[in-house]
């Protein structure tokens, strides 16, 4: 019988080098159950003749069969519970025949296999041979995962529990590093993933948005159109750095007073040390968990700013890449700063003496946090001159 959910086999005393196993899955082959119980240490495995779902399963020593005990006992396979015991002979029969009677009587009684759904007429059971082959990982399927997990909250939780019976690592806390499949590739509704977070971010507000409608993932099509969209944002924000350095030579050709002198200027401030600025950057890890899509492009003079809060200055600017120079003041004569407001955010274009040392700046500089905020910095060559 069974009490306080252990198995017994019989009424005569136990079998210290056998257990009695019950609630076997019979999804299992015989060659499944015999691999599993060889794995903790059995000699010989026995069927019961009624059902598949208790076994007799012996050890070459007590020993042995104390130390499989506790680790068979309600171990979960297959969505059954094992409960396992010393095996006890029926009274007055010999060894062999106690447990061949043991194994053809099992103290409860056999499992019924549960249909597949009765209601709809389907009275029989699922083949329990029937494995599934699915394809391997991609970005796609993990981005559509991700997105089933977002919109169903039960999900999630079996993903968290699974994880945690696999003694994976918890997916609290710090971004992981970015796995080879996904690694440079695209995922659909969010080819701006990496600079979304710190788009959306508020200037130092803790004020949580409120919940954003569900959307459906995008199609490749609409994905490439949002990388398109993004080229052409670079252009326009190149127009606009174009028509504010030719608005001085329109205000001098007109016929308005000349503007009063300006006020004597504070001495400018030193420039920002390597030291200050490598510990204050995102590491090469972080920035690419974070940015997986950003690319650099071609090496030119020019740099384009991107992810700037909306309080940054020129002069933030001038003093990041400012150590380059002499002083201050000769990074001020050779460098071409301008600062465009984008909503809540800035954009930046800066134009250096040649182009090595644009891209020993880029390096340097890549995902430093100013006012909190990681830059990202990528070359004009997408653009063309003549825009």
Known sequence: GMSGGTA???????????????????SLSERA???????YGA???????ASRTHAVVSFAGAEAA??????LNRLQLHGKTLLADYYRPAAGAGEHDAASTAVTQPASSPEQPTAICPNLGINYPANPHLAYRYPPPNA???????????????????????M?????????????????????????GSSESGESEHESESDGGQAEAPPAKKKKPLTAAETSKRLKREQERIKHAFLLEKKAKLQPEHATASSAPPPPPPPQQQPLPPPLTQTHI???????????TQFPTHQCGAPTSKLYIKNMVKKATALDLLLLFGGYFSSTEEAQQRLQITVLPRGKKATA????????????????????????HPLLIVRLSCVSPTH
């Open 8 to 26: 017994t086999s019989g009424g005569g005393a136990p079998d210290l080098r056998a257990l009695y196993v019950r609630h076997v899955p019979p």
């Open 33 to 39: 159950c015999n691999e599993l119980f060889e794995h």
């Open 43 to 49: 000699t010989s495995v026995r069927f019961s003749t």
């Open 66 to 71: 104390a130390c499989a005990l506790p680790q």
């Open 140 to 162: 796609v399927i993990v981005a559509n995962i991700a997105n089933a997990i977002c919109s169903s909250p039960m999900l999630y939780t079996q993903v968290l529990n699974l």
């Open 164 to 188: 945690n019976k696999m003694n994976l690592p918890p997916p609290f806390g710090h971004h992981t590093p970015v796995h080879p499949i996904l690694r440079g590739s695209v995922w659909p």
């Open 278 to 288: 490598q510990a204050n950057k995102l590491t090469a890890q972080e920035f690419a």
């Open 349 to 372: 274009f800066v134009t250096f003496p040649s182009a090595e040392l644009a891209t020993r700046a880029l390096a340097d500089s890549q995902g430093y946090r100013m006012h909190n």
